[in-house]
């Protein structure tokens, strides 16, 4: 099991994307703009279209201001054929539910044979069968991560409006059985616990379940509107809301007394990542949902000719404090004190 486990771990490295990563280092060191090499590790959302409404959550608002849709698998190809020889690391999702994209086991499929690691976060908020278990399991995912928020049906519908509380921890201990049906030491099954205000009481009640189930249980700080918090000061956050966030200050994303975020550090990822919605608008990070900040589109140009075109290269000069000719999401992002690393 143990062989098994380091085996996978160990066949997504290669001397090429080792060479692409310590390249990385040194121009992120120095604070290059015009980057040659490629990110170590990519978003890809595979749709942003999501079965709940979860209230903090611009596809959970319905927020209109991005174009709704599942990522095409011709496009996922293209971007792998593209820089898959340099990618450790895809995450197969961001704005949405992945496992409502019919062709998500496909394209797993394609980025496991490509010796590329693959995460998916899912609500698991709907009965599942028990042939998509053995596909999630045999897909040779690294990480499933599952959000959900209470051990209660209380606690849990709070938050994940129009959830299906039972489903989610049936779900839980399906993929866990298939896990050791198939005898799959490498996938890891990772319970995601946001701590809100209605829900702190409750995190030693889901240590307790986590390990009953046999999954991982990772305690994380919640987010105000996710849509909205790069382009907002901290101070407006905390008073649209308030009622989320968590007493436990150790919880708690911000410092209530200087009304900012605790999360005050240079941005590096501009130089190590990117993200790539399903429509195959190009952004700086995972905190930026409409597409009409995009740095270019993958559909229209290659994806290198953006990774170095004027919006990054504006991007990553505004992050280090050199003079730049435009003004990007990052800038806004600064401007705002949301810059975290």
Known sequence: MIFQRLNKRLRIFSARKIYN???????????????????????IESGNICNLRCPLCPTGQRDASAKKGFLAYSDFKKVIDEIGKYLFVIRLYNWGEPLLNKELIRMVAYADKKKIAVKISTNLSFPISNELAESLINGNLQKIYISCNGVSRASYLTYHIDGDFDSVFANMRLLVEKKRELNNAYTEIVWLFHVFKHNEHEIEAAKVMAKEIGVRLIINKMRTDMGKEIFETAEKSIERDS??????????????????????????????????NWDGSVLPCCSVYSEAHSFGNIKENSFIEIWNNKKYQSARKEVIGRKNGGKTVCHICKVNGYLYS
């Open 21 to 43: 990563l310590l390249m990385g280092r040194v121009q992120s060191v120095f604070g290059s703009a015009h980057l040659y090499y490629y990110p170590t590790k990519i978003t």
């Open 243 to 276: 009622q989320w966030l968590p007493s436990n200050p150790d919880f708690n994303i911000f410092d209530m007394e200087e009304k900012q975020s605790k999360r005050r550090n240079r941005c590096g990822l501009l130089w190590s990542e990117t993200v790539i």
